[in-house]
Antibody, heavy 121, light 107 residues
Framework: QVQLVEFGGDVVQPGRSLRLSCVAS????????MHWVRQAPGKGLEWVAF????????YYADSVKGRFTISRDTFKNTLYLQMNSLRAEDTAVYYC??????????????WGQGTLVTVSS | EIVMTQSPATLSVSPGERVTLSCRAS??????LAWFQQNPGQAPRLLIY???TRATDIPVRFSGSGSGTEFTLTISSLQSEDFALYYC?????????FGQGTKVEIK
């Protein structure tokens, strides 16, 4: 079955960097687009970043553009989110999610359980 | 960006009741609208996509309707496991945007 497991959440100081990973299994990772979505404590869902199935197309929320980078490693079946210049408002549970099919415009159908990032001095 | 507005913020209902949740987009998203359910401490679960298509293994009591800017999620007879948070999301344009959520709680 489809499984997505996120790693890398931690407590970091403002201005520092962190890289999240999401290991995928149970499906052909290279055939699906992937997303990162976050949820601040007690708040709603916020879409963060997207990569197409082949990595050619990438989109970002304005709140993270220029600071976060999404990437994928097909050989490792792993999705990444490199987060630089972290701010207190980046504190959230970060979920990776799979696109429904290879189209960039498909909804997300499977989500990981999330990893917590806390930005605090 | 497209702003998604859900109403009401909270619904207090009894088990067995019929529930209707609303979601409005600030501009047309065609039928590129999804609904998610989230229980405390858990990841969101896809319920509906394409505004009205149930996702895999979603019970028939969940139904979605609408297109353009107005959408609804209906739960025909609320079960105990349905008390949760519900989010709509448009996937017509970038950035993808979510509504702020509707909490369905026990009356």
């Amino acid at each position: 079955q489809v499984q997505l497991v996120e790693f890398g959440g931690d407590v970091v100081q403002p201005g520092r960097s962190l890289r999240l990973s999401c290991v995928a299994s149970g499906f052909t990772f290279s055939a699906y687009p992937m997303h990162w979505v976050r949820q601040a404590p007690g708040k709603g869902l916020e879409w963060v970043a997207f990569t197409s199935y082949d990595g050619r197309n990438k989109y970002y929320a304005d709140s993270v553009k220029g600071r976060f980078t999404i990437s994928r490693d097909t050989f490792k079946n792993t999705l990444y989110l490199q987060m630089n210049s972290l701010r207190a408002e980046d504190t959230a549970v970060y979920y990776c999610a799979r696109g429904f099919n290879f189209h960039d415009g498909s909804p997300t159908d499977h989500w990981g359980q999330g990893t917590l990032v806390t930005v605090s001095s | 960006e497209i702003v998604m507005t859900q109403s009401p913020a909270t619904l207090s209902v009894s088990p067995g009741e019929r529930v209707t949740l609303s979601c409005r987009a600030s501009q047309s998203v065609s039928s590129n609208l999804a609904w998610f359910q989230q229980n405390p401490g858990q990841a969101p679960r896809l319920l509906i996509y394409g505004a009205s298509t149930r996702a895999t293994d979603i019970p028939v009591r969940f139904s979605g309707s609408g297109s353009g800017t107005e959408f609804t999620l209906t739960i025909s007879s609320l079960q105990s496991e349905d008390f949760a948070l519900y989010y709509c999301q448009q996937y017509d344009n970038w950035p993808r945007t979510f509504g702020q959520g509707t909490k369905v709680e026990i009356k």
